[in-house]
């Protein structure tokens, strides 16, 4: 019964590749996320997908393309991986109506490019 | 821009010892503040959100209170099983339901 799912758990790639991170939610929530968690712990928010609609694009490179088939799946493609974009990203999900809705996250998918 | 400090960066208490952890926030409109514990591997749990100056939760050993410019999250006789990284973020009221978090304060429980 796991609330937010994202898979893989450990990507390891080289530089150049593309790759994908796929994230759903059986939560009912209507906004997705993805955060980005560097080797220093910080997270931070990169999109916000309500109801398939972009809502937030923090400044991240092109190469990063979310894309949202329905509102229980966000998924996350990465062109060109450079050795920067080794982090952890967390998907999660929100039920927001009218104020501010808690934010629940998936367990993290930990991208490694070599 | 909105911005979040938390303090100390990492504690070591023995279990049975109580203490505080800080959250310095500046926030154009705070919607709400919330702090989530997180475990080496896994993604942050949610504990509680607050919304308005003067309010308290409680959970456990834990409690968290806000004022205009901070918020403490107190936690009495903590048990080794309380140790994790506690993450605080506030969420403004501009519309968009990002939160802005600060690094965490990495919390060690000794028995």
């Known amino acids: ?114 | 821009e909105d911005q979040v400090t938390q303090s100390p960066e990492a504690l070591r208490l023995q279990e049975g010892e109580s203490s505080s952890l800080n959250c310095s926030y500046t926030v154009s409109g705070l919607r709400g503040l919330f702090w989530y514990r997180q475990d080496p591997g896994k993604g942050p749990e949610f504990l509680f959100t607050l919304y308005s100056a003067g309010e308290e939760k409680e959970k456990e050993r834990l409690k968290a209170t806000l004022t205009k410019k901070e918020s403490f999250l107190h936690i009495t006789a903590p048990k080794p099983e309380d140790s994790a990284t506690y993450l605080c973020a506030v969420q403004n009221r501009r519309g968009a339901q990002k939160l802005v978090f600060g690094q965490g304060t990495r919390l060690t429980i000794n028995p």
């Open chain 1, 1 to 114: 019964d796991t609330a937010v799912s994202q898979t893989p758990k450990y990507l390891v790639t080289q530089m150049g590749n593309d790759k994908s991170i796929k994230c759903e939610q059986n939560l009912g929530h209507d906004t997705m996320y993805w955060y980005k968690q560097d080797s220093k712990k910080f997270l931070k928010i990169m999109f916000s997908y309500n109801n398939k609609e972009l809502i937030i694009n923090e400044t991240v490179p092109n190469r990063f393309s979310p894309k949202s088939p329905d509102k229980a799946h966000l998924n996350l493609h990465i062109n060109s991986l450079e050795l920067g974009d080794s982090a952890v990203y967390f998907c999660a999900s929100s039920q927001d109506l009218g104020g501010p809705g808690t934010q629940y996250f998936g367990p993290g998918t930990r991208l490694t490019v070599l």
